[in-house]
């Protein structure tokens, strides 16, 4: 039997500035190797699929403040 896994967004809870956010789907990250990413504001919209490896380099640059603040 296949089963399907569905992306189950969620938005950070940093992400409190007026509706200019991105939705993850980090379940996906173990099935599929991805981790879709898409706007908030635009769930029907298309999502970016993200390999795991290279979003996990991203939110350890943010954390180390590699991008500078907004």
Do not use: H, I
């Amino acid at each position: 039997m296949t089963t399907t896994v569905l992306p189950q967004w969620f938005t950070s809870s940093y992400s409190n500035n007026g509706g200019n956010c991105v939705e993850v789907a980090v379940n996906l990250a173990a099935a599929r190797g991805v981790v879709p990413v898409r706007d908030s504001k635009n769930v029907s919209g298309p999502a970016l699929n993200v390999p795991v490896g290279s979003f996990a380099a991203f939110v350890a640059g943010v954390k180390a403040g590699e991008f500078g603040s907004v």
